[in-house]
């Protein structure tokens, strides 16, 4: 672990660190006839599997809503009614988010086409940049929380739980935590003035007229969420579906060329082909913790110290969110949650309930220093921001995500109420 | 003192792992007192097509899956697939262990393995979301989610609309109306959740399909081990592990029956034309069958299983 | 250079048509299950098949534009001519990388020729795709050399079409 980070320190590219931390780890404690054998199968589970095939086509689709200015319409309409108000362009930036986390079951993607819709403009109005890729990664993690979901699809498929009640169950800790990154952008605003400045005022007419901007978003956001709803594709479908109706509307909006069209989806695919060759590694390291024993004995330590009810999820939480410094929220999800469900569920905890918390503390783990994958993502858009002025940035954002672990933890109703009540 | 791991992909709340794989773990260690171990890992070191593989090349030392995940690789092994192999999953584990010794040990598909037991899973049934199926025109353009090739032919040679799918997606394509119906056994039904998306249950006499599945070890591990230990363990594997298999599935079996039943869920009985169907389909398959099986190294596929049959009519009988 | 340009032109052709191909793929799916009731039988084995290629052939366009994730924590100090030798020696690290992907999915290629290992739905054979996974890994390992002696060659009139 301490050798994938200093690697990773040193300039070797993240996915590559992983690979050859995991090869050597793999050849010491088996042999490296295992580790090369291991090496290729690993390589095509991943290119391989369906679920993650997912993952470039939502990705795209964010992209070509981001291009044709779909997320731009949005973000503008956000900011007409929250420019003004001292961090502004912050709180719209949040709101966009959370609503295109409502389209797209990524927080990749939704980081990523954030940061092409509303950096530009954060930096136009004298932005800092470590705030304004702060609110872009932070933000972007609400894409995972808010249904449509790939972590939460996965998280149902290997507790077994239902993943409709995943869905309903992550709109009110979503929209808490929409709720709480807004004031944490207002106490940042209010501390360092200097760093976020007001913008402009709009006139209310402004306003109303900035709403006919954003058919193309409702118009898409009614497609999938309804389609999702009405049972016309399952979730993995939306993504496709979800990018190939971006191109139409793009088209017969008038805003997409097939110049336009071209350089999109190659972008799209070198963003893919980059964060795949980190999964190999990811999914190299996951590998490795399994046979090393490591995660069965992260399980006896927890059942040793004969912890029960809250304090064994205490015991979790910590145990997830320090190891989520390192690890991605996938892996997290795929080495843990097998090892973790059965004993919570024998503890009577509700799984829907553990799901919300996990993937929370995942979300977390997107925006920790150093392996958070959002602000990678964010790297790859934003090639000029150095990494460790965003993981400043993200500071009070990472707070109010305790906050919002605290209270979930203490009140399961904000997760399970709208699953009783729909 | 050796420790042997075991790679295994469903959850560890699932029977196969509590109610098989642990127990079969607490037999080997009894029967090697304590010398020989079985360490089962807590997630699956890859995908489950690549199970075999994983334990050929000793990546792990003991793994299970399904034969048909690797169509081609165990075509010897289709005719356990077939409709009509039987709906108690105790003889027909047992059948196809004592026909894959008789016919199969020798096959070099299963060269670098020492297979420790083999099951099927008792038949598997047509299960709708919305409309009992009775009739061949119930199955007529209806979107059925399968899970392998055998699977596939027989609902095409129906006129249904196969959609190839692994059963842990059953519940999502259900949901988003992808799928009409889905091919399971009935237990799998309960296990992945299914009972209440579909209550509509199509049970053919002797089973529609089966699955045939394996549990190896890598072959250079096993003999490594002391003779003794071989020994004790060929006890408790083999014949006894392939029955241990097949009795936790007709456990499971029963058990969904009784849920099903209290749920208030039909139970349809197909008519003589489905059957008749059914049965052209089989046979069709069973001619394509022998030739590849020939081809793919059996000596005599009819007879091995003509074999088979014969021993689960006399197991089952029991 | 003419020569590579058009080389270069070709596989960004080919990379779109493959991520286009998977979306109208999906979409093509849904749309004739909901209207037609008619899905692809195998769309699924289709998909991932095509995503394998589209990794792997423009694994080499990418890393010789050196786009692989990295962290820049240290930039500041690493980029300073001192350390220009550890720079080159991670890309040696990532051509190692690559090299030994590239012969272990060969050995993979020949196992499934011998298995003849196939897709779940389409019993598409798999043996030539792991193939052309070994033979994009070796041009990876190398393009990743390339950028040891080199500066990467980076993608940027495409970026300037953009703005
Ligand atoms: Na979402
Ligand atoms: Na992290």
Redesign the pocket.
Known sequence: MAAVILLAFLRVPLGIALMTVSLAGLTYITSSTTALTLFPMTVSEAVLSYDLAVVPMFILMGNIISRTGIAQDLFRSANAYLGSVRGGLSLATMVTCAGF??V??SSYATAATMAKVAYPSMRRYGYSDGLAAATIAAGGTL??L????IILVIYGIITQTNIGDLFVAGVLPGLLGLALYMLAVVWVAWRSPDQAPKGESSSWRDRIASLRGIWPFLFLFGLIIGGLYADLFTATEAAGIGAGMAVLVGFLHGRLTLKMLRTVILETAYTSISLYVVLFGAMMLSKLLTMSGLSVGILGLVEGMGLTGYWLILAIILICLVLGCVLDSMAIILIFVPLFAPVVSAQGFDLVWFGIIVVVVTEIALITPPVGMNVFVLKAVLPHVPVLRIFRGLVPFIAVDLVRLGLLVAFPAISLWLVTHV | ETVLTVSSWVPQTHFIYTDILLPYADSVAKATEGRVTLNIMPAPLGSPPQHFELARTGVADITWGNFTYEPERFAALWFAEFPFVGTDAEASSVALWRTFEAHLADNPAFDGVEMLGVGLFGGGQIHHGSKPVITPEDMANQKVRIGGPIQARIMESLGAVPVAAPATKAYELLEGGVIDASLHSVESVMNFRLEESLKQHTIVPDGLYDSSFFIVMNEAKWQSLDEADRTAIAAVSGEALSRLWGQQFNAQHEKAMALFTEGGHAFNEPSADLMAAITAVSDKMIADWTVAATAAGVADPAAMRADYLAAYAELSAK | MQFAHMIRRTVETVLVCLMSAMVALTFADVIGRRLFGTPIFGAHDLTEHLMGLLVFTGLPLVTLAAMHLKVDLFDKCLLHPRFAWWLKMTTLVTAMVFAVMAWTLLGKAMNAATFSEVSQGLNIPRAPLYGWMAACAALTALAALYTAFAPPISNAHDQEELL
């Open positions: 986390g409502a797209c079951g894409g995972i808010i249904p449509p979901s």
